[in-house]
Nanobody, 126 residues
Framework: QVQLVESGGGLVQAGGSLRLSCAAS????????MGWFRQAPGKEREIVAA????????YYRDSVKGRFTISRDNAKNTVSLQMNNLTPEDTASYYC???????????????????WGPGTQVTVSS
């Protein structure tokens, strides 16, 4: 059974940075795409960034391009999200997710992810 555990959330002022990490266990991490999603109160869960199984293909939602960077370390079974120049609009719970299928691309579709972490809160103050 897959376990995903996020860490690194917190409270930061606008313009600041945070680095989220997700540790995976229970499955061969290196063959699955990984994604970061977020959900703000009253809003639907949305893709933030995704990375394919080899780490050489990524996807970002438009609003975070140039500010966020997703990366993975297949030797350590971790995926990270470096978030720079944060704005109050980035405030949300952030979730790590593992793709359903082996060797999949960096998909932005929520339905393509089958395992989720409990989430970590990111709050950006103005």
């Amino acid at each position: 059974q897959v376990q995903l555990v996020e860490s690194g959330g917190g409270l930061v002022q606008a313009g600041g940075s945070l680095r989220l990490s997700c540790a995976a266990s229970g499955r061969t991490f290196s063959v699955y795409a990984m994604g970061w999603f977020r959900q703000a109160p009253g809003k639907e869960r949305e893709i933030v960034a995704a990375i394919n199984w080899t780490g050489d293909r990524t996807y970002y939602r438009d609003s975070v391009k140039g500010r966020f960077t997703i990366s993975r370390d297949n030797a350590k079974n971790t995926v990270s999200l470096q978030m720079n120049n944060l704005t109050p609009e980035d405030t949300a719970s952030y979730y790590c997710a593992m793709g359903r299928s082996r060797y999949a691309p960096a998909t932005s579709e929520l339905a393509d992810y089958g395992s989720w972490g409990p989430g970590t809160q990111v709050t950006v103050s103005s």
